[in-house]
């Protein structure tokens, strides 16, 4: 009788070992949730903090980050361009005064009613060649 009393302490014990094992498992990827949410909520702030810097010395003559300021320039300036291509390949423009997409057409805003100026798209303008240089390795920024 006592081989099978000791048998059942060793399941007993191993089974207690096995959830303790799994409640620790557990915990950690709790607390590995916690850290990559603290970590998320440091990278938000830091891209806060530049975007903010951005603009508050986006015209500075010598700002400390320049180059950066240059690089950011350039990809916004590349992205306006890429949007008219697809507004013109969609066959629509954008409102200046509220953003709506109007049919390339119209001679009003539909949704404001802001008169539309006439779109001079030009098909040879330079976006991809703007892209290119951003995406070129020399041009990021880390």
Not at 36 to 46: D, Q
Not at 73 to 101: N, Y
Not at 112 to 123: L, N, V
């Amino acid at each position: 009788m006592a081989f099978w009393e000791n048998l059942g302490e060793t399941i007993s014990a191993k089974g207690k070992e096995v959830a303790d094992k799994a409640k620790n498992i557990t915990d950690i990827a709790g607390l590995k949730g916690q850290i990559a949410t603290c970590e998320n909520t440091i990278k938000k702030n830091y891209k806060d903090i530049g975007e903010a810097y951005y603009k508050a010395h986006k015209e500075d003559e010598q700002p400390e980050f320049a180059e950066q300021i240059e690089a950011i320039k350039m990809a916004e300036t590349a992205i306006e361009e890429l949007k008219q291509k697809i507004s013109h390949l969609k066959g629509t423009k954008t409102c200046a005064k509220c953003g709506a997409e109007v049919p390339y057409d119209a001679l009003f805003c539909p949704k404001c009613g802001e008169k539309m100026e006439e779109d001079f798209y030009d098909e040879d303008d330079s976006a991809s060649e703007l892209t290119a240089d951003i995406i070129d390795e020399e041009d990021i920024v880390d």
